[in-house]
């Protein structure tokens, strides 16, 4: 199984440009997670969807940064305009619904974003 | 406020050698404890949780609510182990909002 699988690896934009990152979780894997780690610390987490739905964006910074998750299966991180503090890897992790609250989440392999 | 603290960002010891790596947290509730490895050039994974009781690899945790810690432990590191370590909180009810810490580098030298 391929896991979960994100692109693009890396981006390098220009502050000011848009940039989106993509997300195919593990199937039939309901929940959907976007976590954000800057260099040097650990993830934190921007947004949770339980299938379509956000149930918890509230660390999410709505003035950049959007989401979706069509069909409740692949999702979208999009951040426009970028900022110089943006740079960091962009994880992407689903769990399914039974193993929610055990915390085993299945992380890609990430997206590293470097904004100029 | 909910908070994980892993107070060393390095961790280097010989193959063989007993291995501690600290985690304390800050948790108002009754938190699900866990730790993650991420191996070099591979993905984020759970090494293993309190609620388990398991050994993985050898490593073990113990949720200590009095000290509010969960220190990972081994009596005989391997080269293998060399990794980045993240230990996290989850709240109960929280549905796998997971709070991490900063991470700690384990080496191993031969």
């Known amino acids: 199984e391929a896991g979960v699988v994100q692109s693009p690896r890396y981006k390098i934009i220009e502050k000011k440009q848009p940039v989106a990152f993509w997300c195919n979780p593990i199937s039939g894997h309901n929940t959907l997670y976007w976590y954000r780690q800057n260099l040097g610390q650990g993830p934190e987490l921007l947004i949770r969807?339980?299938?379509?739905?956000?149930?918890?964006d509230s660390q999410l910074p709505k003035d950049r940064f959007s989401a979706e998750r069509l069909k409740g299966v692949d999702s979208t991180l999009k951040i426009q305009p970028a900022e110089l503090g943006d740079s960091a890897v962009y994880l992407c992790?689903?769990?399914?619904?039974?193993?929610?609250?055990?915390?085993?989440?299945?992380f890609g392999e990430g997206s590293r974003l470097t904004v100029l | 406020a909910q908070r994980v603290t892993q107070p060393e960002k390095l961790l280097s010891v010989f193959k063989g050698a007993p291995v501690e790596l600290k985690c304390n947290y800050s948790?108002?509730?009754?938190?699900?404890l866990f730790w993650y490895v991420q191996y070099s050039r591979q993905r984020l994974q759970l090494l293993l949780r309190h609620i388990s009781r398991e050994s993985i690899k050898g490593f073990t945790a113990d949720l200590n609510k009095g000290e509010t810690s969960f220190h990972l432990k081994k009596p005989f590191a391997q080269e293998e182990d060399s990794a980045m370590y993240y230990c996290a909180l989850s709240g109960r009810g929280s549905q796998g909002n997971l709070i991490f810490g900063k991470g700690t580098k384990l080496s191993v030298k031969p």
């Open positions: 969807y339980e299938n379509e739905e956000a149930v918890d």
């Open positions: 992790a689903s769990s399914p619904w039974t193993d929610t609250n055990t915390g085993e989440l299945f």
């Open positions: 948790y108002s509730g009754s938190p699900e």
